[in-house]
């Protein structure tokens, strides 16, 4: 069982604010990253799949960077909208073929 | 395409009972996944199928939970008998084989043990 954290475990702020949260992960034998968004009483959706080291993605007003020798991944939101209230969850493979370690996800909550 | 499909969405059953779970994955997705996600847990793997073979299921309590693949299409979880701490959301889930690329879930399926 690996270990992968998440910080923080909930944040609220306002519409128009813009906010990161932290994914640590063993560095060893790293695959990939995947981040995804869930809202209550639909299915997880993913946000990004990540591969090497120094990437860096981008979805709309959503990034996200890893650092695989380190082992992290930060995802940001700009702008923070309603809708963007959702868990997000972050999920790191060993090796090919291993299935995906999960953390506690990040609770964001986005108020008008 | 369509997505991971699961039923039933909700299910409320009294310890000691039994419960199934189905699942149909995406078409051609030859990997299929059952987690289970505890209230203020991240989902948790319970088994991993490659087809119809187990590739891991080294956190399912073989005690009372099983699962299947048939045919390595769709697959069913079972729990018998249930326990309190067995009340969670089921989440299925598939991907392509050997890729590092999204896996799609389904919706789940929220079990309450009374």
Known sequence: ILNVEQSPQSLHVQEGDSTNFTCSFPSSNFYALHWYRWETAKSPEALFVMTLNGDEKKKGRISATLNTKEGYSYLYIKGSQPEDSATYLCAFIRHSGYALNFGKGTSLLVTP | ?114
């Open chain 2, 1 to 114: 395409e369509a997505g991971v499909a699961q039923s039933p969405r909700y299910k409320i059953i009294e310890k000691r009972q039994s419960v199934a779970f189905w699942c149909n994955p995406i078409s051609g997705h030859a990997t299929l996944y059952w987690y289970q996600q505890i209230l203020g847990q991240g989902p948790k793997l319970l088994i991993q199928f490659q087809n119809n073979g187990v590739v891991d299921d080294s956190q399912l309590p073989k005690d009372r939970f099983s699962a299947e693949r048939l045919k390595g299409v769709d697959s069913t979880l079972k729990i018998q008998p249930a326990k309190l701490e067995d009340s969670a959301v089921y989440l299925c889930a598939s991907s392509l084989e050997r890729t590092p690329g999204a896996y799609t879930f389904g919706s789940g399926t929220r079990l309450t043990v009374v």
